[in-house]
């Protein structure tokens, strides 16, 4: 369907906005997080909103859902000035949020969750009894088909987020905000939401759609609001701009949407991986014998949806999780398990480590940023005063030379790290690690929760890395960073790898048939 496509028949012009959002304000301490801002969004369509790190989105979506109070403003559902003081007085307003991260309970049933928190008395057979029917109705209504006494721990990620949305409709919700809902999904799944989220336009629901995808905006939304600093800078319909306009408004200039990148010179063989298995701590086998090599000067890329082996692969390749099998930097084999078998290991071999979960394995949350910028590299020569201390000054000085050219905001590099935005919490650890100069970058999700302009220069970096003849093991859930920033892409289903792929010879429905594990030959 065509952006912008038949939204006058869906509502009538005298009718009230689903939400009327006024001179909203909010900070916290000096931070000016949401500066006198408004927007309106008519019912029955999808409204996207964008902007980059720190400007305010999640803020103003959390104010509407009830997690923040304004500090001014004024909020109108359906016309009617509301009060939104929790979630609960969100949801009694007819709003729902499926957020990033789900809200399950994984060893309960769908119908268990469900009706968790709005249960009907003591005795769950009634309230299970009538979920059971309203899910039946929904699930036909809306495309939502799951089953209602599967555990969420075997459904797969695209399922999962269908009962989000079905605890919502449950809830009797009429507006829904979505917050990066494709993040995990493929392809496939992503354009099945598509079709859900149309259908939920179309049967009059309001849909506010959080995603940093220039390409869902422009195929999904009917209008786009795009935030800057704390301040709105404008709304459009959809149908009347561009990705390259909006990139624009986003960060204030000029953006380079397309990864500028040459043909590539691979060297010698910088890693080399044979047979490679891990088992988690149940004993769970979760790589089953990974074989591959990367070459100086190009960049492998591992796509597949989230959990399929792709993070125990960035473990054991930095030391993190235990390992059997080979693992051969620059012709040395490397320690797989034992004490000698960890992170500084590895990066006295030369590699360098993005990891994905940049909170629990990039970060101490509490620490400083400058403290976070010198783990692994504390014992560098530029950061020692004498032979029993370190320079702490040097090492701010240099963090501070390194938010500037990564544009983290603020660029104060005494604030703890969870005083940033998820954002900005990244570009310290790609700076970080990137800037080491490594033989090898291992980097899981570079641009996750990044901004299109930080986005660009973190492309820009790789490419440069590889162009200087390092080699880059590149893990994305995102096909199209896979697609424009790899030499070759390896796909990954179930711990193994289901085969190699040339970027310009494949195409996203080949590589979205191997991510859901079917290769030539499957039946």
Same mark, same amino acid.
């Given at each position: 369907?065509?952006?912008?496509?038949?939204?006058?028949?869906? #509502?009538?012009?005298?009718?009230?906005?689903?939400?009327?959002?006024?001179?909203?304000?909010?900070?916290?301490?000096?931070?000016?997080?949401?500066?006198?801002?408004?927007?309106?969004?008519?019912?029955?369509?999808?409204?996207?909103?964008?902007?980059?790190?720190?400007?305010?989105?999640?803020? =103003?979506?959390?104010?509407?859902?009830?997690?923040?109070?304004?500090?001014?403003?004024?909020?109108?559902?359906?016309?009617?000035?509301?009060?939104?003081?929790?979630?609960?007085?969100?949801?009694?307003?007819?709003?729902?949020?499926?957020?990033? *991260?789900?809200?399950?309970?994984?060893?309960?049933?769908?119908?268990?969750?469900?009706?968790?928190?709005?249960?009907?008395?003591?005795? =769950?057979?009634?309230?299970?009894?009538?979920?059971?029917?309203?899910?039946?109705?929904?699930?036909?209504?809306?495309?939502?088909?799951?089953?209602?006494?599967?555990?969420?721990?075997?459904?797969?990620?695209?399922?999962?987020?269908?009962?989000?949305?079905?605890?919502?409709?449950?809830?009797? @919700?009429?507006?829904?905000?979505?917050?990066?809902?494709?993040?995990?999904?493929?392809?496939?799944? @992503?354009?099945?939401?598509?079709?859900?989220?149309?259908?939920?336009?179309?049967?009059?629901?309001?849909?506010?759609?959080?995603?940093?995808?220039?390409?869902?905006?422009? &195929?999904?939304?009917?209008?786009?609001?795009?935030?800057?600093?704390?301040?709105?800078?404008?709304?459009?319909?959809? @149908?009347?701009?561009?990705?390259?306009?909006?990139?624009?408004?986003?960060?204030?200039?000029?953006?380079?949407?397309?990864?500028?990148?040459?043909?590539?010179?691979?060297?010698?063989?910088?890693?080399?991986? #044979?047979?490679?298995?891990?088992?988690?701590? *149940?004993?769970?086998?979760?790589?089953?014998?990974?074989?591959?090599?990367?070459?100086?000067?190009?960049?492998?890329?591992?796509?597949?949806? /989230?959990?399929?082996?792709?993070?125990?692969?960035?473990? @054991? =390749?930095?030391?993190?999780?235990?390992?059997?099998?080979?693992?051969?930097?620059?012709?040395?084999?490397?320690?797989?398990?034992?004490?000698?078998?960890?992170?500084?290991?590895?990066?006295?071999?030369?590699?360098? *480590?993005?990891?994905?979960?940049?909170?629990?394995?990039?970060?101490?949350?509490?620490?400083?940023?400058? &403290?976070?910028?010198?783990?692994?590299? *504390?014992?560098?020569?530029?950061?020692?005063?004498?032979?029993?201390?370190?320079?702490?000054?040097? =090492?701010? /000085?240099?963090?501070?030379?390194?938010?500037?050219?990564?544009?983290?905001?603020?660029?104060?590099?005494?604030?703890? /790290?969870?005083?940033?935005?998820?954002?900005?919490?990244?570009?310290?650890?790609?700076?970080? &690690?990137?800037?080491?100069?490594?033989?090898?970058?291992?980097?899981?999700?570079?641009?996750?929760?990044?901004?299109?302009?930080?986005?660009?220069?973190?492309?820009?970096?790789?490419?440069?890395?590889?162009?200087?003849?390092?080699?880059?093991?590149?893990?994305?859930?995102?096909?199209?960073?896979?697609?424009?920033?790899?030499?070759?892409?390896?796909?990954?289903?179930?711990?193994?790898?289901?085969?190699?792929?040339?970027?310009?010879?494949?195409? &996203?429905?080949?590589?979205?048939?191997?991510?859901?594990?079917?290769?030539?030959?499957?039946?």
């Amino acid at each position: 369907m065509p952006s912008g496509a038949n939204t006058s028949g869906r #509502q009538a012009t005298a009718a009230p906005f689903a939400i009327e959002l006024k001179g909203i304000s909010k900070a916290f301490g000096p931070v000016q997080a949401n500066k006198d801002i408004s927007i309106a969004v008519p019912r029955g369509t999808i409204h996207g909103i964008i902007g980059e790190n720190g400007a305010g989105k999640s803020t =103003l979506m959390s104010i509407l859902y009830g997690f923040y109070r304004a500090d001014s403003g004024e909020i109108l559902i359906n016309g009617t000035p509301t009060a939104i003081p929790d979630s609960q007085s969100a949801i009694r307003a007819g709003i729902g949020m499926v957020f990033q *991260h789900f809200k399950l309970v994984q060893n309960f049933t769908v119908l268990e969750n469900v009706i968790l928190g709005a249960e009907e008395g003591a005795m =769950l057979a009634r309230s299970l009894a009538k979920a059971r029917r309203v899910l039946s109705d929904l699930s036909r209504e809306y495309e939502l088909d799951v089953d209602p006494d599967a555990l969420i721990e075997d459904l797969s990620v695209g399922h999962q987020q269908r009962v989000e949305i079905l605890k919502a409709l449950y809830r009797q @919700a009429d507006i829904l905000i979505l917050d990066e809902p494709t993040g995990v999904l493929t392809p496939a799944e @992503a354009d099945h939401l598509f079709r859900i989220l149309s259908g939920l336009r179309d049967q009059g629901k309001t849909i506010i759609l959080i995603t940093h995808k220039l390409r869902e905006i422009m &195929e999904i939304t009917d209008h786009v609001s795009v935030m800057r600093r704390g301040t709105m800078v404008g709304t459009v319909k959809t @149908a009347e701009t561009s990705p390259e306009e909006l990139a624009e408004l986003m960060v204030g200039r000029k953006v380079l949407l397309e990864v500028d990148k040459g043909a590539p010179n691979p060297g010698k063989t910088v890693l080399s991986v #044979q047979d490679l298995h891990v088992r988690d701590e *149940h004993g769970v086998e979760r790589l089953k014998g990974i074989s591959f090599d990367i070459r100086a000067g190009e960049i492998l890329g591992i796509a597949g949806v /989230a959990g399929n082996g792709q993070s125990e692969l960035l473990e @054991a =390749l930095g030391g993190i999780a235990a390992a059997t099998g080979r693992i051969v930097m620059n012709g040395t084999d490397l320690p797989l398990t034992g004490a000698t078998a960890n992170g500084q290991t590895r990066r006295e071999a030369g590699i360098a *480590h993005v990891p994905e979960d940049r909170q629990h394995l990039g970060l101490i949350m509490d620490f400083e940023a400058w &403290e976070n910028v010198a783990f692994g590299y *504390h014992n560098a020569p530029e950061y020692q005063k004498n032979a029993l201390l370190m320079d702490n000054d040097a =090492l701010r /000085a240099d963090t501070a030379a390194k938010m500037e050219r990564f544009d983290v905001r603020p660029p104060i590099p005494t604030l703890p /790290a969870k005083s940033f935005s998820g954002g900005n919490q990244q570009k310290i650890v790609v700076a970080r &690690e990137i800037e080491r100069n490594p033989d090898l970058l291992l980097i899981g999700q570079p641009t996750r929760g990044v901004d299109i302009g930080a986005i660009e220069f973190i492309h820009k970096q790789i490419v440069a890395l590889r162009d200087a003849g390092k080699a880059i093991l590149l893990v994305s859930v995102e096909l199209d960073e896979i697609m424009s920033l790899s030499d070759r892409i390896a796909v990954m289903f179930d711990g193994k790898l289901m085969g190699f792929r040339d970027p310009e010879t494949t195409n &996203e429905r080949e590589l979205g048939l191997l991510m859901a594990g079917v290769s030539e030959g499957t039946p």
